[in-house]
């Protein structure tokens, strides 16, 4: 069930990434999501930041074909389905932990 939430969170990341490391503190109840909603980056920026911000939940990440396919999805997507499927992903129980480091990913991947 967990890898379940992280994958779709994963993509609702922006990723970014987009994002998840279990060791990331638990972000505000209502935290600013723009930067994900609103991400220019590309896969391999979001993947590389990813990777900077937590190595392992990024190698956790290119492990599931299905969170590759959903945020190469997200980065596809217009700016409103964006919002809905970050939306549908703060419906899962546990994704609230990963909603810091998707915001990390997407505030640095411009730098990869």
Do not use: H
């Not at 220019?40 to 937590?54: F, G, R």
């Amino acid at each position: 069930m967990l890898k379940l939430s992280l994958t779709r969170l994963m993509v609702a990341g922006g990723g970014l990434a987009l994002s998840l490391a279990i060791a990331t503190g638990v972000a505000s109840a209502d935290p600013d999501l723009s930067p994900l909603v609103n991400t220019t980056c590309t896969y391999p920026q979001a993947m590389a930041a990813l990777n900077a911000e937590s190595p392992a939940t990024a190698q956790q990440f290119a492990a599931s074909p299905v969170a590759q396919g959903w945020l190469r999805s997200f980065l596809g997507a217009p700016p409103d389905q964006r919002q809905r499927m970050i939306q549908q992903v703060q419906t899962m129980p546990g994704a609230q932990q990963y909603i810091g480091v998707a915001l990390q990913a997407a505030n640095t991947c411009q730098n990869f």
